[in-house]
């Protein structure tokens, strides 16, 4: 309980801002391709900035980043290979994709939270632990894969060609 009084009170809002977030996008919604990629682009910069804030002054900054990029990329083009979710189309007219509603984006910000949340509570209660070059290549990777995920569905949705 006492750890818990030390968490700042904008962890538990941004907490329920994502939760917000997640559940808005379980819903089918019509938005502009702009749109789609601002949440995108708004949590790949999140994970790199983290990557780059927990080993900025440690030898393994640039194996971090690599691992960060290699995972986020490679993940981006795996994923991103298949098919754009049944019932997504976009409209030439509105110029709107129509996404239909999904559970992956809120489990996707939830796993990307609590990946931060237990770093940030290893950084303050137990630093030690992220002191390697696994530590270092493991959360880097991980950031990068969770990043990459919601880019690659993002990016299937992106390639859908106009109905005609």
């Given amino acids: 309980m006492q750890t818990l ?5 904008w962890v538990f809002a941004l907490f329920i801002g994502l939760v917000a977030l997640g559940l808005r996008q379980t819903r089918t919604r019509q938005i502009a391709r702009k749109r789609l990629l601002r949440v995108n682009v708004a949590l790949t910069v999140v994970t790199l900035v983290g990557v780059v804030q927990l080993w900025r002054h440690t ?6 980043l690599v691992a960060w990029a290699t995972s986020c990329l490679l993940a981006s083009w795996l994923l991103g290979q298949g098919a754009a979710p049944a019932g997504a189309h976009y409209n030439p007219d509105t110029r709107r994709l129509n996404v239909p509603g999904s559970w992956l984006p809120l489990a996707l910000f939830m796993a990307l939270f609590a990946c931060k ?3 940030g509570m290893l ?18 990777a991980l950031y990068g894969l969770l990043s990459g ?3 690659a569905r993002s990016w299937r949705l992106l390639k859908l060609k106009p109905i005609v």
Avoid: D, K, Y
């Avoid at 030898?59 to 971090?64: I, K, N, R, T």
């Avoid at 950084?123 to 880097?140: F, H, K, M, V």
């Fill in 5 to 9: 009084q030390h968490i700042p009170v």
């Fill in 59 to 64: 030898p393994w900054l640039s194996m971090a």
């Fill in 117 to 119: 949340f237990a770093v």
């Fill in 123 to 140: 950084t303050a209660t137990s630093p030690e632990t992220l002191r390697s070059l696994q530590a270092a290549i493991g959360i880097s």
């Fill in 149 to 151: 995920i919601l880019n």
